[in-house]
């Protein structure tokens, strides 16, 4: 079995803690936010800015004057915001050569395709991931259950525009992964022995 | 973790061969036609039929005769279908009262959502499913790839339509299952062994 692992996750799932507590077990890579970084280091973008184009659907970045008008010459942005998906591309086939990895999002199972990862897709109940949200949530976020719910529901909604925009997939189609785990009933801990026993 | 484990699955994706093989690595009971044997020997049906009203929507099975008149009486078919659905919960009741099981199919998951079983739902790719079939097709069938991958859409469509209706819940949506196991890549065996360890 692969030992190059990929995560998809709904936000507030748990796909972090699951990616890291693999990684540590199994003792390889592990790698989320480290590739923001690494990106805007080599584009010589800002963090921040690389951090909002991943994080946005690519229609949204787009000027909307190349909607309006005849589009002829190449628009900045989209260039600049292109040469950041090249770059996440480029970065997380690099990483999966390297050495064993787990990798959560950049649509990294799509990337690596050719590698036959093992992909998994970490996802919850929405009360589950709504507490969990409320237990990690930083002191100055007062988030009422209405506007926790649509936050939560935006983030997805915006990293499953982006996973279909470069993959042409559905995000969270279960089609795409090799196993689903609902983290709702599950403690994350055993089931990441568990999967650990599945790729030693 | 709970020892009740219920299996949704697609049709050709080795739902029954996980089922099967989980319930001999744990040691714990199995139950799939040995359902249908019961409730005809309770209800005093013939097997087949049990069979048939179980495989059909049970929107098909309902005289056309209620949806045209003024229905006032009670129509003796859809009565005894109610009887057997009534018979199916009951039994699957009892089997999980009775000892540690794995049930396939049957809508156990719902049926038993007061225990909290581990509910697997298992799905393949379609070219996968269709290789599967063909391997354990009886000789006289000699469906064309089409045709198979018409057979298996059909019985999906059924086992859907019937869990939806007793349920209210989407089949195969994963947010009824705990686990969702994609054997298109990851052999059977090997799976099995795993999520033994998550029980035990």
Chains 1, 2 share one sequence.
């Not at 946005?56 to 909307?64: D, Q, R, V």
């Not at 589009?71 to 950041?84: K, L």
């Not at 189609?173 to 990441?192: G, H, Q």
């Amino acid at each position: 079995m692969s030992r190059i692992i990929t995560i998809g996750r709904e936000f507030g799932s748990g796909g972090r803690e699951v990616g890291k507590r693999l990684a540590d077990e199994l003792g390889i890579a592990y790698y989320d936010n480290e590739i923001i970084t690494e990106i805007a280091k080599r584009t010589q973008l800002a963090e921040g800015y690389v951090q909002h184009v991943m994080e946005n659907s690519p229609s949204t970045l787009i000027p909307i004057t190349i909607g309006r008008t005849f589009y002829m010459g190449v628009d900045p942005v989209f260039e600049q915001n292109n040469v950041i998906y090249r770059e996440q591309s480029r970065l997380v086939q690099e990483l999966a050569e390297k050495s064993d990895c787990v990798i959560v999002g950049r649509s990294a199972d799509y990337i690596l395709r050719d590698k036959n990862p093992l992909r998994l897709f970490i996802y919850a109940e929405m009360q589950h991931k709504m507490e969990r949200c409320r237990k990690r949530a930083p002191e100055h976020e007062h988030f009422t259950d209405k506007e926790m719910k649509r936050h939560i529901q935006d983030v997805d909604k915006r990293r499953g525009k982006y996973y279909q925009f470069f993959t042409g997939q559905t995000w969270g189609d279960k089609l795409n992964y090799d196993l689903c785990i609902n983290t709702s009933n599950t403690p994350i801990p055993e089931v990441v022995k568990v999967i650990a026993k599945l790729v030693k």
